[in-house]
């Protein structure tokens, strides 16, 4: 075992590898209860049956999906880092498909079913590169950023913070209401961990709040600690049902496998490159092994579609297990046994609420608005498409509509500016492809 992992050559040891996939296990582990409850819209009321998924089945899909990806990541790509369904794509999974477009989530599935097959023959094929390359690097953060905003709005929609006001779209709630003020209590304590490098603290601060929900009377006692794993069974192969329906083959649809595509692509390879730098594993500018990972990343997505989970992506929280010492895919094998052990402590976390969950959403949301620092806003012409990219995400509640508008606006104001031949091909393609969307589509 040591030597597959090389420990010798990258001075580690099993004890440092232990700590480092434990130390990401605890970082990422909010992910077994934001998921469920975002994919089962459990802070939409009245929500109709055949559109919420089964809460018990999407945690097993999830701790599932992050445990088969860790472990194809550490057997094959040889990385300490940990893969898990994504934030960003789960919302826009949740949010803007399931309820924002009335499809169903059984085709949303089916969706990041063929995604993940898309992904796996770009990769192998070489074409992921290519399509990555030409999209300009602005762009790239203002989609990161964007996605930030988006899942801020929405976790500050779950804890009640923000609420539909007639006269001006949004206004402030109720900051008196307990499950407000708790999730507000669980901002804070977040934020104070956050600033103190306190690692896991977004899940530590979950579990601080849910034990205060708990003693307030504001979340439920849970029965037992560990109890029986819950059925699979109502979203495992939904995603091949979905397939067999002729309704599933729509330019909507085509839409949709485009933007998970699209993000996960991103998403992915910037959370690979920050982590192997980190561990100083980028050599002459090249990141050893890289095909691999990617091919690990697109079959988790694959296999976590199946299951009855939205993309399963590279989690940069991996980062914190790397700072404890992890250095090869050894430690993602243990953050893969973390998550299967997670599996029978079902009933604790089957209780917590979306204000519990609501600060995770926010946090991480302000983690990925980081990004906008990369940007130069002096820059009129990359600036606007950066803009506009990043900020009607959250206003039309749709990640794809964002990405849609930046790159509809992005050769225009290269061309005006002069810049025509700075724009690579593939942009103007993609400008006649979301022109044809919002003709056709919206």
Do not use: C
């Not at 909010?30 to 009245?46: A, G, Q």
């Not at 933007?259 to 594993?281: H, K, P, R, S, Y």
């Amino acid at each position: 075992m040591q030597k597959y992992f090389m420990f010798k050559e990258l001075g580690t040891n099993y004890r440092r590898e232990i700590i480092g996939g434990m130390t990401t296990f605890l970082a990422m582990a909010y992910i077994l209860v934001v998921n469920p409850l975002t994919l089962t819209l459990s802070s939409v009321p009245d929500l109709p049956d055949a559109l919420r998924m089964d809460y018990g089945a999407v945690f097993v899909a999830t701790a599932l999906a992050a445990a088969i990806g860790s472990l194809i990541m550490g057997l094959l790509g040889k990385y300490p880092l940990a893969l898990a369904p994504g934030m960003g794509l789960n919302a826009f999974f949740a949010y803007t498909v399931v309820l924002g477009s009335g499809i169903p989530w059984q085709h949303a599935l089916g969706a990041v079913f063929i995604s993940g097959v898309f992904f796996f023959l770009l990769t192998l094929t070489g074409l992921r590169e290519k399509l990555i390359n030409a999209i300009p690097i602005e762009l790239k953060h203002a989609v990161g950023a964007g996605i930030g905003l988006y899942i801020t709005f929405i976790g500050l929609q779950s804890a009640g913070i923000v609420v539909n006001n007639d006269a001006t779209l949004v206004g402030l709630g109720d900051l008196t209401a307990g499950p407000t003020l708790l999730a507000i209590f669980g901002i804070i304590v977040t934020v104070i961990l956050m600033t103190r490098g306190f690692n896991g603290a977004v899940f530590v601060g979950m579990i601080i709040t849910v034990i205060v929900g708990m003693i307030l009377n504001l979340i439920d006692t849970p029965d037992k600690i560990v109890d029986t794993v819950p059925s699979i069974a109502p979203t495992f192969g939904a995603a091949f049902s979905s397939l067999t329906d002729s309704s599933f083959y729509s330019m909507a649809m085509l839409g949709i496998i485009l933007t998970i595509l699209f993000v996960d692509f991103f998403d992915n390879a910037g959370t690979l490159v920050a982590v192997a730098n980190q561990a100083g594993m980028i050599k002459d500018n090249k990141l050893p092994r890289a095909g691999r990972a990617l091919i690990a990343d697109s079959v988790a997505t694959t296999v976590g579609a199946v299951l009855g989970t939205s993309t399963t992506t590279s989690y940069i929280e991996s980062s914190a297990g790397v700072a404890a010492g992890a250095r090869t895919g050894f430690a993602s094998l243990v953050t893969a046994a973390l998550f299967i052990l997670s599996l029978f402590f079902f009933p604790l976390l089957s209780v917590v609420t979306a204000a519990v969950t609501a600060p995770a959403l926010i946090i991480v949301g302000a983690l990925m608005v980081g990004s906008l620092g990369k940007i130069e806003w002096t820059k009129f012409e990359v600036a606007v498409p950066a803009f506009l990219t990043m900020i009607a995400m959250p206003l039309t509640y749709s990640i794809a509509t964002g990405i849609a508008v930046g790159f509809i606006f992005y050769p225009i104001t290269m061309i005006v500016k002069g810049k025509m031949k700075d724009v690579h091909p593939i942009m103007y393609f993609f400008f006649v492809i979301f022109v044809l969307y919002f003709i056709f589509l919206q």
